[in-house]
């Protein structure tokens, strides 16, 4: 394998000019434009193998760029989130994936495949009918997410700072305004070339299944990606981004059905998954904006074995959780 060349999407200011490091107040008039994470460069067209085996990845990285929703109004692709296929470092990077399937997923409370990932996705993100799974859209896919992982991923994972407040939609939209309309559009309903953004909320974009409607996850992928490169407030810090999260995801998205039968497990299901039923006794609005500290800690102590107090609090779904610590399946 060829080491790939590692760049970023535009050229790094020098040294000598580069921007000290800001405070959100001081960002409305930027010195210089910085850049956006470094995206991978990958020359992959050139490391295909021959034959059918290099074909079938380029058929892939292909489907993985179309627009999926035909039909349902949702106009985002793998890409919108997967970026430039997968090939852009940072969170929802295909570069270097460590995880092997089959894995244990606790939204389904149960072990799935590759196929089953990409489909989950496919259903809940783009609000897509399912790829047969022996069909050879999936066979696409999977060897383009197989070539990517043996390609490291320049980008080192960062966990978020949480702070120990509610994230603040109203604060969100004031960075909208400044540093995302420009190409997500008034309405977030994204635009089209050049500016050719996805839709962030309303029929056309993820819908509320989508783990991008958790705010902790839509907060790691807008600091980590967003707002591109042309836009010169970068890089956003943590708590821009987790406001930016707020504002995006507290407007209508396209409905997914059943989402009460996701995470069996309750006590899997993540602090900031933002539908019910919840396995603890805080309120919606807490396990959609945070703050999530006290959640966490709740779903700590029950872990490590305290399952009277999360019983006790919803008795309609004292049935559905574990009596014990233990994971339905143990991984
Ligand atoms: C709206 C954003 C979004 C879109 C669009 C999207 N995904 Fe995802 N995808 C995610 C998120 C979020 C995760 C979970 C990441 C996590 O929890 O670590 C994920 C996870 C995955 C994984 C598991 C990655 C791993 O490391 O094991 C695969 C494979 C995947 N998606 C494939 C696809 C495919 C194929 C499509 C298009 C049919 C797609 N996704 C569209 C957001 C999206
Ligand atoms: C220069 C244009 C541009 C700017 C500015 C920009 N985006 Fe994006 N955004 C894109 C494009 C293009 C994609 C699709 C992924 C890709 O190809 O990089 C995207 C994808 C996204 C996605 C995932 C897909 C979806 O539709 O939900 C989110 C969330 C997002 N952007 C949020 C933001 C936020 C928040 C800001 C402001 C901080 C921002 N973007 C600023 C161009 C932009």
Known sequence: MVQPRVEPER????????????????????????????????????????????????????????????????????????RLGGTAGGFLSWLGR???????????????GLAEQINLCRQHSLGASPWVVNGPEIAAVVAWFEFLRSYPDPVPAR?????????????????????????????????????????????????????????????LFIRDHMPRSEAPQLPLNDEEALDLAAYINSFARPE??????????????????????FADPF???????????AIQAAAEAARAGDWRQYRESLPGYRLRLPMTAQTPQDN
């Not at 092997?100 to 072990?111: A, E, H, M, W």
């Not at 309309?181 to 309405?187: E, I, K, L, M, T």
């Not at 309120?283 to 500290?293: E, R």
């Open 159 to 219: 966990e978020l700072n949480l702070p120990a407040r509610r994230a603040d939609p109203v604060a969100g939209e004031v960075i909208y305004q400044r540093a995302c309309r420009g190409c997500h559009g008034d309405g977030g309903n994204g635009a089209e070339a050049p500016a050719a953004a996805p839709p962030l909320w309303g029929s056309g974009s993820y819908t509320e299944g989508s783990d991008l409607h958790r705010l902790l996850v839509a907060a």
């Open 98 to 112: 460590g995880n092997s399937y089959p894995r244990y997923l606790p939204r389904l409370g149960r072990t799935v």
């Open 283 to 293: 309120p919606a609005d807490q396990h959609k904006y945070g703050p999530f500290q």
């Open 11 to 82: 050229s790094a200011p020098p040294a000598s000019t580069a921007v000290p490091a800001t405070t959100p107040t001081d960002r409305a008039e930027p010195a210089e434009p910085t850049v956006s994470p470094p995206t991978i460069q990958l020359n992959w067209e050139t490391e295909l193998p021959p034959g059918n085996a290099g074909e079938l990845i380029r058929q892939g990285r292909q489907r993985v760029d179309q627009p999926g929703g035909e039909g349902s109004g949702n106009r985002l692709s793998c890409s919108s989130c997967h």
């Open 256 to 277: 997914m059905p059943e989402l009460d039968r996701d995470y069996p497990w309750l006590s899997e299901k993540p602090a900031d998954c933002p539908y019910p039923p």
